[in-house]
T-cell receptor
Framework: KQEVTQIPAALSVPEGENLVLNCSFT??????LQWFRQDPGKGLTSLLL?????REQTSGRLNASLDKSSGRSTLYIAASQPGDSATYLC??????????????FGGGTRLMVKP | DTGVSQNPRHKITKRGQNVTFRCDPI?????LYWYRQTLGQGPEFLTY????????KSRLLSDRFSAERPKGSFSTLEIQRTEQGDSAMYLC????????????FGEGSRLTVL
């Protein structure tokens, strides 16, 4: 059974810092890995999707990398801003899950960027 | 394209009552998913439809949970005889066959069972 772990569970940084969020998964047989943002009491917003054949994806100040063989992904946020404060979730679509594009999620990293 | 829409956004009910949530996916998406998220945790997969067919339902939490997608468009998730442990956010997502695999989520329906 696929398990996804995110470290740290919570992070508080001053504005302007570059930061790295970590995600690990136990089964490397995945189709893709996705990073989402979730604001309190809200749904999930897709940030980046990395296919299993890719090593990284970039969107603005966000960069996500994938090392499928070691079961790891990182989300790099450059020049953090208070508006980046949210929970960041990582999720994988497993080859063996056999339910469409079903995702297995980590527990999230709760980020607070202080002005 | 208005995105995935969920109603109601918040439901407060007494233990033992039945509740129903509705999800309207993105119009061209044929796949629809229900997830449950409890406080401080990541979403947990419940069930999946492709068009009107429910192709995976073994992960529904108990036989009190059921879902339908009668015409392959909107879906409903019903919880019968609610319990306090059912209090959670219920999230709906959609995607389409042959796409990138990206899931698009709605804003969720929060259930509070008193």
């Amino acid at each position: 059974k696929q398990e996804v772990t995110q470290i740290p569970a919570a992070l508080s940084v001053p504005e302007g810092e570059n930061l790295v969020l970590n995600c690990s998964f136990t089964d490397s047989a995945i189709y893709n890995l996705q990073w989402f943002r979730q604001d309190p009491g809200k749904g999930l917003t897709s940030l980046l999707l990395i296919q299993s054949s890719q090593r990284e994806q970039t969107s603005g100040r966000l960069n996500a990398s994938l090392d499928k063989s070691s079961g790891r992904s990182t989300l790099y946020i450059a020049a953090s801003q208070p508006g980046d404060s949210a929970t960041y979730l990582c999720a994988v679509e497993g080859v063996w899950d056999n339910a469409g594009n079903m995702l297995t999620f980590g527990g999230g990293t709760r980020l607070m960027v202080k002005p | 394209d208005t995105g995935v829409s969920q109603n109601p956004r918040h439901k407060i009910t007494k233990r033992g009552q039945n509740v129903t949530f509705r999800c309207d996916p993105i119009s061209e998406h044929n796949r629809l998913y229900w997830y449950r998220q409890t406080l401080g945790q990541g979403p947990e997969f419940l069930t999946y439809f492709q068009n009107e067919a429910q192709l995976e339902k073994s992960r529904l939490l108990s036989d009190r949970f059921s879902a339908e997608r009668p015409k392959g468009s909107f879906s409903t998730l019903e919880i019968q005889r609610t319990e306090q442990g059912d209090s959670a956010m219920y999230l709906c997502a959609s995607s389409f066959t042959g796409g990138s695999g990206e899931l698009f989520f709605g804003e969720g329906s929060r259930l509070t069972v008193l």
